[in-house]
């Protein structure tokens, strides 16, 4: 699929996409699975975001791309960008920015993912090392719920969704390397709340 057709898709349903708060269940189902899927027809490797305010609020809509670090990707989500659609109605960028420098409630907004829910501030971290070559970070990571009964790989997901909210995407690929979830508490580690994470790394 190339970008003309998913942005003839767009087009033709972000009005819909708008008012997706005022719609059913199913409706609003149907609605953003078609969106994934045309999403995966473009390619299946770029994540998104879509964040959609209530109408009222009079708002634009946000439509943000994910490369995840990766430059091959980055490049496809620059070729998808070129033709995109210009809107007052719609923020469109081709990164994942910052939630938490948007929301001061962010770090209580619960995330929920395959039968793991769980909030920002449910989330410890400790620096585990710095790799000299690279100078990022891999972090620790330590939840305040027993983690054993998850898949560990969706778990990761989920965290690694998590922190890429509060650092946004540009942030999160310069100082963080990797993180190692532990199922217990650290011995003579400091540990920080994820909501000074992004001060703790500048100022490292």
Known sequence: ?????FWSWFTANEKQLRSINTLSESKKFELLYWFSQHMKYYNPQIGYRLIIPPLEYQ????LSFASYGDPEIRAIVLNLMEIAPKSKDWTISATL???ANEDPDYFE?????NGICCKPSDIKFWCHLID????QFVLGIILDFP???FDPDLLHEVVAIIITDILGEEKYEQFIEAFIIHSELPEDEELLELKELKIYLEGY
């Open 1 to 5: 699929m190339n970008s003309t057709h």
């Open 59 to 62: 708002k634009p809509a946000h």
């Open 97 to 99: 920015t910052s939630l």
């Open 109 to 113: 907004k619960e995330y929920c993912l």
């Open 132 to 135: 000299p070559d690279t100078d």
């Open 147 to 149: 983690i054993d009964k």
